[in-house]
């Protein structure tokens, strides 16, 4: 077991004594062992593979002797076998190329634990880094959206996905998950009419092209005919093959209705892995009570099983959505978990829409249809809210330079696209004084700070344990609790290094490695210190700069060359350097690169954080050496998408924000 920096948004207040950094012991840091099952000529991804969990790899013949995977080495065996001696002590996964349509899709679902669907032309890696992080339960999107005070999904309801990518970015602004509505897919015949079901190849080979251009945790649903679905109900086993295949195909949710068979139930929730259940009841009756016993009954037959029980009546009256508000506020008092969904539909049953807060369904104006009856957009939900008083009209404050500004300008455009009331208000300087005048304003709804402040600012009455530990505040969060509002400094930075990192390896990949970062002072280099602590990354040796802070324990400094030929290979190397030094990472750069990708076994990443017109590129040096690099622009936009969430508490997806703000705020 591992150990690492304790990352959770915990906060101080300045009365007690300083923080230090907190160490939580985690469990799913070590190297995972792995057998892989690929497909003839595909020895290629078990290489992808290893390379994502940065770790060695092999292939073998199962015939030959003992065959068991060696702790830490990535096996791959062609074709399918008896996996049994492996199931249990290795996470046993088949993969399959969809280069073309591939019969094979499912073939193998019972001697292994997921699939992975994949193609070659061209290759996601960021999709397969995904994918094993969450199989492997390395990251827990369900426990991220449980601490947001609202989550929403939105409901695609294309009949075929590739249609929505043009549109994915946009389409998901302020979405925290996705649904595909496999009921919805119309996969035509060869003779151009379409089938009622589509197969469990064409429903695979849609989920990999949704979840290829997504980051949402995607929910995967099979809507049945009562329930304004088109998946038949004389055969409940259908259902389970196809929740079943999802689980395998590593969906971060999957949607099962109440009225399925109980055993069929209890099953997937026995073989969920990390998946989570929504469990799903719609009546469409129009005769629904939210005050009858069912109501309660129902809730307590949908948590038995259900991480999330969702509960959805067609209405007529108005009458009915505060009904479902006296049920909701009794089912919140009464059961602490799991979180209730509840909405009506219908016209009538709009307003249930704008209070509920768990998964919401939104539509928006591109989808070619609405899924359910009353179903509004984020933004109609959002202007709803502020007319009903909900969600007051706050201001927010950008302080900062010219770049601050420019970031100004693309949260405008996100608040617009929101409807969201705010107002944003630009400050040029950031100081102290000036944060200290805006806190007290009536309407203060939260800043971002560019360049960030030290983390002493005596306005703030809390500070978030990384914002304490890297000393900077770039993010001030102002959650309102009633009539009382809590400010706390935050910081953002450390959470878009760690994202960039995440990017294209699982988190193991970092656990126990060495990392080298150049800056010319601690401040520039503070925020990545603790970035690469949370992935457990150690040991750290600095370059340039000492470490005075609450890190300093975490980095050993280089006192000259000779370290550097102490360390073997380092997983990260990140240059915190000015953009007119950025060059003098070259040497380092050329000293540990040159490896064939075939040889690498552990992470190997490069990080630029410079800012601004430079002589070289030391990102382009670094991918020919290399090294996996990436460059401030991928790091900003991570950080827009963490300071939006803790700001607004909205989800902007990373690329809606590369394509969005272009380059002009980097
Ligand atoms: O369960 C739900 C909720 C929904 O029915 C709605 O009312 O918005 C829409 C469906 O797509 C989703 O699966």
């Not at 300008?409 to 929101?418: G, P, S, T």
């Not at 827009?640 to 909205?650: A, P």
Request: glycine residues 8%.
């Amino acid at each position: 077991m591992a150990t690492r920096v304790q990352v959770e948004t915990s906060t101080m207040s300045f009365a007690k004594p300083r923080p230090i950094v907190a160490i939580e012991e985690v469990r799913g840091h070590e190297e995972p062992s792995i057998l892989v099952l690929y497909e003839r000529d595909q020895e290629q991804i078990v290489a992808e593979i290893a390379g994502v969990l940065g770790q060695q790899w092999r292939l073998i013949d199962p015939e030959d002797g003992d065959a068991s995977p060696i702790d830490g080495t990535v096996v791959g065996i062609c074709g399918a076998h008896d996996t049994l001696r492996w199931r249990g002590s290795s996470t046993v996964l088949a993969t399959h190329c969809l280069d073309d349509p591939n019969p094979a899709v499912g073939s193998r679902s019972s001697i292994c634990d997921y699939e992975y669907l994949y193609t070659t032309k061209p290759f996601f890696r960021r999709d397969l880094a995904r994918f094993l992080s969450f199989v492997l339960g390395q990251i827990n999107p369900h426990k991220d959206l449980a601490k947001k005070a609202k989550t929403t999904l939105i409901s695609t309801t294309f009949p075929d996905v590739h249609a929505a990518l043009p549109n994915l970015d946009i389409l998901s602004v302020g979405a925290d998950a996705i649904e595909i509505r496999v009921d919805l897919l119309k996969e035509t015949k060869p003779d151009g009419s379409f089938s009622d079901v589509p197969s469990l190849q064409y429903v695979g080979e849609q989920l990999m092209t949704l979840r290829q251009r997504t980051e949402l945790p995607i929910i995967f649903t099979t809507r049945c005919t009562k329930e304004n679905g088109r998946f038949p109900m004389d055969d409940p086993k259908l259902f389970y093959d196809y929740l079943y295949r999802a689980v395998q195909w590593g969906c971060e949710y999957i949607d099962v209705e109440l009225w399925l068979p109980e055993d069929l139930r209890r099953k997937l929730a026995s073989q969920k892995g990390n998946s989570k259940i929504i469990s799903a009841f719609h009546d469409f009756s129009g005769n629904f009570k939210w005050t009858s016993p069912d109501a309660q009954r129902l809730f307590g037959q949908g948590a038995i099983y259900g991480d999330v029980v969702k509960m959805i009546a067609l209405v007529s009256t108005m009458q009915e959505n505060y009904e479902l508000e006296y049920f909701r506020s009794i089912i919140q008092s009464t059961y602490p978990y799991p979180p209730f969904s509840g909405l009506n539909m219908g016209p009538m049953g709009q307003l249930s829409r704008a209070l509920n807060k768990i998964f919401t369904p939104i539509t928006h104006p591109l989808l070619p249809i609405i899924a359910a009856p009353g179903q509004l957009s984020a933004a109609e939900i959002n202007s709803a809210l502020h007319s009903m008083g909900q969600m007051p009209k706050l201001d927010m404050y950008c302080f900062g330079s010219m770049r601050a500004t420019g970031q100004a300008m693309f949260f405008e455009k996100c608040i617009n696209e929101l409807s969201l009331p705010h107002q944003l208000v630009c400050v040029e300087q950031s100081s102290q004084d000036g944060l200290a005048t805006v806190v007290k304003i009536p309407h203060f709804g939260g800043a971002f700070i560019n360049p960030p402040i030290a983390a002493s600012a005596p306005c703030l009455p809390s500070i978030s344990d990384a914002a304490a530990s890297i000393g900077q505040i770039d993010t001030v969060v102002a959650r309102s609790d009633g009539d009382k509002t809590n400010l706390v400094g935050d910081n953002a930075t450390w959470k878009g290094i760690r994202a960039t990192l995440c990017r294209d390896f699982v988190p193991s990949a970092y656990s126990g490695q060495a990392a080298i970062l150049l800056a010319s002072q601690e401040s520039q280099a503070a925020a990545a210190v603790f970035a690469l602590r949370s992935l457990n990354i150690g040991p750290i040796y600095t370059i340039g700069f000492k470490v005075q802070g609450p890190l300093s324990g975490f980095v050993t400094p280089f006192k000259g060359l000779e370290d550097v030929k102490k360390v073997e290979q380092p997983a990260v190397i990140i240059s915190a350097l000015r953009a007119d030094k950025s060059l003098l990472v070259s040497p380092l750069l050329k000293h540990y690169g040159g490896h064939k990708p075939e040889q690498r076994k552990a992470a190997k990443v490069f990080l630029d954080l410079s800012n601004g017109p430079r002589k070289g590129d030391p990102v382009a040096l670094a991918e020919t050496q290399g090294w996996a690099a990436y460059g401030i622009a991928d790091v900003n936009a991570w950080t827009t998408v963490e300071t939006l969430r803790l700001l607004v508490g909205q989800n902007v997806p990373y690329d809606f924000v590369r394509l969005a703000a272009g380059r002009s705020i980097y």
